[in-house]
């Protein structure tokens, strides 16, 4: 009896170490992925989620919970960063062994950074090639990554929006690292709004102290109901409104003010 007692006990403690053998976690049994870019890294991996790494921080993939096989196999993930390239990585495993997987940069980035009120068009070219046209929102950025092919070259960005007249600026580039063009407002906009019954054919500016209205700014007539927006140096002065073939209407008072739109609707 005491030695049947003495049996099933020694059976239940055996089971109970396989038991816990087999939910511990070899201290070799993960991979090791290290980023080692100055920014963020996102790998996904297939059927296990997916997880943020932030600049030079690191991540433990445990084999146990994720391995079916029994003695080697390989762990792929998919992995993109604010200075990588969307790419795939393959590790093989060996079950029992750690393995370390790195990450390196792999690419540079260009940031816009917009000041002004409306819209700035930013033309992105290298060693004279056109790469890319970015659309950058008021106030706000965009980003452009460039491989390793540009990194330690120098872009050059041409950009214009209401606000800002036609520039450019030359930019070097450095792996691992963004660098910003940006784009301030230096102009302002006269928006001409036509709800007369007549056709405007001109519209002329006549600057505070000045007897002189200029050329007229608009190259084709407003019908009723259109309008037109017309960039302009900061000023302070008169816009002469030319409607039909020989009336002028004259708007005084008026300030053109960086980053503005100064709105003028004609009527009857």
């Known amino acids: 009896m005491c030695k049947k007692l003495f049996y099933g ?45 932030e600049a030079h921080s690191e991540h433990k993939w445990y084999y146990a919970d994720n391995s079916k096989a029994d003695n080697t196999d390989s ?13 795939i990585r393959v590790v ?3 079950k029992g062994e750690a393995a370390v997987t790195e990450l390196a940069a792999d690419c540079c980035r260009l940031r816009i950074a917009n000041q002004s009120n409306a819209i700035v068009s930013a033309t992105v070219s290298l060693n004279g090639e056109q790469l890319n ?11 452009l990554k460039l491989g390793q092919f540009a990194a330690e070259d120098s872009v050059t960005v041409n950009y214009e929006g209401r606000y800002v007249f036609a520039g450019s600026e030359k930019l070097p580039l450095v792996l691992d690292a963004t660098v910003t063009c940006s784009v301030m407002p230096d102009a302002g ?5 036509n709800s007369s019954s007549g056709t405007i054919y001109g519209v002329y500016f006549r600057p505070t102290g000045s007897t002189d ?9 407003l019908w009723l109901g259109d309008y037109r927006i017309i960039k302009m140096l900061p000023q302070s002065g008169t816009v002469i409104v ?17 980053n503005q739109t100064l709105s003028i609707v004609v009527n009857n």
Not at 15 to 24: E, F, I, P
Not at 215 to 221: A, D, K, L, T, V
């Open 242 to 258: 030319n409607i039909g073939s020989t009336y002028f209407q004259e708007f005084f008072n008026s300030v053109i003010q960086v």
């Open 9 to 53: 006990v020694a059976i239940l403690l055996l089971l109970l170490t396989l038991s816990c053998d087999k939910n511990t976690k070899p201290e070799g049994d993960y991979v090791l992925i290290r980023n080692l870019t100055n920014g963020n890294a996102t790998l996904t991996f297939s059927g296990a989620g997916s997880v943020t790494l």
């Open 133 to 143: 046209t970015l659309q950058v929102t008021a106030n706000e950025s965009s980003y």
């Open 92 to 94: 093989h495993l060996t």
């Open 213 to 221: 209205m200029g050329s007229n700014m608009i190259n084709m007539p």
């Open 189 to 193: 906009s006269l928006e001409v709004i």
């Open 75 to 87: 762990l792929s993930f998919t992995y993109i960063g604010d200075y990588l390239m969307p790419n």
